[in-house]
């Protein structure tokens, strides 16, 4: 019997409870569940790609049939690819329900083949969204609870201006070590 893969794809910027939620719901219900990043140039994320995926990995380890990868172009091209039957989506409240019934009819109509699976969070995380817990963290305010202790550490990592001044002082000297070693190379 063939297997049952579903893809899990989103930002992720930065993963959340709520999505671990999902993923942990997803694996219960599918052979193989791919949590796919999406690959955007346009946006400007919090999180590269990469250190997204790190994370999620690192969050999804204990999982043996949870992989996570990244994707560009259509989602039902990227389903396809990797022999999906299924989109998994989280559904939290009422205002979710437009965009992503939108989208998963679009899909459909690309691809109608392709079943688009609907999953709700735990209640307690209803209100949880990436977009609300980078805001949250970048003006100060506490992610405890709302974000696995991995992501909270990321994120003071990359918000806490002591350590931003850090980062900014060893690039500005690597530069200027580099620069320094052009001139010698040329005197
Ligand atoms: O976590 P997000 O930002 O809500 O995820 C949105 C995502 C990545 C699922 C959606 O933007 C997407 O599928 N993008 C890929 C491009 C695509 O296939 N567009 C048509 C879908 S209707």
Same mark, same amino acid.
């Given at each position: 019997m063939s297997k049952n893969i579903a893809i899990y794809p989103g930002s992720f910027d930065p993963p959340t409870n709520g999505h671990l939620d999902l993923i942990e719901r997803g694996s219960k219900i599918f052979d193989e569940l791919v949590v796919a990043i999406l690959r955007n140039p346009d946006k400007d994320p919090l999180f590269s790609v990469?250190?997204?995926?790190?994370?999620?990995?690192?969050?999804?380890?204990?999982y043996s049939n949870?992989?996570?990868?990244?994707?560009?172009?259509?989602?039902?091209?990227?389903?396809?690819?990797v022999g999906a039957s299924s989109v998994l989506r989280g559904i939290r409240a009422l205002s979710d329900y437009?965009?992503?019934?939108?989208?998963?009819?679009?899909? @459909? #109509?690309? !691809?109608?083949?392709?079943?688009?699976v609907f999953m709700m969070p735990a209640e307690k995380y209803s209100?949880?969204?990436?977009?609300?817990?980078?805001?949250?963290a970048q003006l100060g305010g506490s992610v405890k609870g709302l974000v696995p202790e991995l992501v909270e550490q990321n994120l003071r990592?990359?918000?806490?201006?002591?350590?931003?001044?850090?980062?900014?002082?060893s690039s500005h000297e690597e530069k200027s070590?580099? @620069? #320094?070693? !052009?001139?010698?190379?040329?005197?």
């Open positions: 990469s250190e997204r995926v790190a994370m999620l990995e690192a969050l999804t380890g204990d949870v992989r996570v990868d990244t994707f560009d172009g259509l989602t039902v091209e990227y389903a396809t690819k437009e965009y992503e019934l939108q989208m998963a009819l679009m899909n @459909r #109509k690309l !691809r109608p083949e392709l079943e688009t209100y949880l969204s990436s977009r609300l817990v980078r805001e949250v990592g990359k918000l806490d201006p002591a350590y931003k001044l850090a980062e900014f002082k070590e580099t @620069r #320094k070693s !052009r001139q010698r190379k040329k005197a």
